[in-house]
């Protein structure tokens, strides 16, 4: 079921994306280049994304579920492909008998793959994931000696990685970031005292990446700032990124309203003049999010028109009143440029009280997506 008519489009530029990878491989130029495309590549679409990082030069990709592991091998990728999430030992066929690379944490799930990879006559390879401080998955680095010596002799396990992730490097807390990289250093270091040993070990995101070379290790894992966000404001000057997506819609509805009219569910929106209101075919079933109403704004012939009243499941009313000559099937963008202006998704994330990632991975399948 497609419509050859479909108002509200993402537009993917390849172009800009390729750009921000590059930029990223140079910046790893000691070091092996994860691109980190998962939540369907942030909003982007994990396949064509997923491809263009690897003629962009990513060495590896990331993602956090089984199922878009598998839809990336189904697609014809071939490189390594990393779940940066725990999976449940129940996915460990799959795992296997797609090729990815788990990270492990728990003996059970050791075993489970260990297990598989046997009945299918492979070694495969795993990262052992360390918890420094965000507390989310990993061993400690207490249990790590002896969960070593229970797992690391699983014969259907390759131990080819090592790796933590931080838990306030994007706020920039270097005291923090420190202790846990010294204490993810150490715990390799103890390991390999006692004969474990792991070829790639890993630290960074985006910000790391960015800014602390000296964390970088053999790879690093970048995953928002390729759509072409720095993660923090702060990181603007340290590399030149572009946004990789454009979402924009088309005017349904230019209709005019007396003074004292309330517009909208709730009717939180009274008119105070004769104005001119618009509908936009998006609402927060599209991934637009309802914390929007009243704040958000979109550009209507390259000027800006505040939100009027709560956005529903699939519309939004804007204020054209001050636009001059607006009509029926006008062009609205919502992220992006338009004219002389552009509203980018870190204001759309500060509207809303959030962080760019939310702001594009929100976006639903429904809402289509042109590659160009
Ligand atoms: C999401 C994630 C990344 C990428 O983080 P960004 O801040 O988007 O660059 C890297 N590593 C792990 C383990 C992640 O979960």
Redesign the pocket.
């Known amino acids: 079921m497609t419509s050859s008519f479909s108002p509200t489009v993402a537009e993917i530029d390849l172009e800009a994306f390729r750009y921000n990878v590059e930029n990223f491989s140079q910046l790893a130029s000691n070091s092996l280049l994860m691109a ?1 495309i ?1 939540t369907d590549a942030y909003g982007h679409g994990a396949v064509p994304i997923g491809k263009e990082a690897i003629k962009a030069g990513a060495d590896r990709l ?1 993602v956090t579920s089984v199922e878009e592991g598998i839809s990336l091998r189904e697609n014809g990728v071939e490189v390594p492909i990393h779940l ?1 999430s725990a999976v449940f030992s129940e996915q460990a066929a799959d795992v296997v008998k797609h090729d990815l690379t788990a990270s492990v944490s728990t003996s059970k799930l050791a075993e489970s793959l260990s297990k598989e990879a046997l009945t299918l006559g492979k070694k495969i390879p795993v990262h052992l994931k360390i918890d420094t401080g965000l507390h989310r998955f990993g061993i400690t680095p207490a249990e790590s000696i002896s969960f070593c010596r229970d797992t690391y002799g699983l014969s259907g396990l390759e131990w080819e990685g090592i790796y933590t ?1 931080f838990s306030s490097a ?1 706020e920039g807390n270097w005291e923090t970031t420190e202790r846990q990289f010294d204490l993810f250093l150490k715990t390799v270091m103890d390991l390999k005292r006692d004969g474990f040993e792991f070829p790639i070990r890993h630290a960074g ?3 790391i990446a960015i800014e602390r070379n000296d964390m970088h290790l053999d790879m690093i ?5 390729l759509f072409g966000y720095q ?1 923090e404001a702060r990181q603007k000057e340290l590399v030149t990124l572009k946004p990789v997506l454009r979402l924009k819609s088309r005017l349904l509805s230019v209709r005019e309203f007396p003074p004292n009219t309330p517009v909208g569910y709730g009717g939180n929106y009274v008119t105070d003049r004769n104005q001119r209101l618009a509908v936009v075919p998006i609402g927060h079933g599209d991934g637009y999010q309802r914390s929007l109403s009243n704040k958000g704004e979109m550009l209507v012939n390259g000027k800006r028109a505040k939100i009027a009243g709560t956005i529903s499941l699939d519309q939004t009313i804007i204020d054209v009143t001050d636009i001059p000559d607006v009509r029926e099937g006008d062009e609205v963008v919502i992220i992006g440029r338009q004219g002389d202006d552009a509203i980018t998704a870190r204001e759309v994330a500060g509207w809303m009280d959030s962080i760019v ?1 939310e702001v594009l991975a929100s976006l639903m399948g429904r809402v289509r997506r042109i590659y160009h």
């Open positions: 980190v998962k990331g940066l992730h994007d995101a985006s910000t894992r970048p995953g928002a700032a993660p990632d």
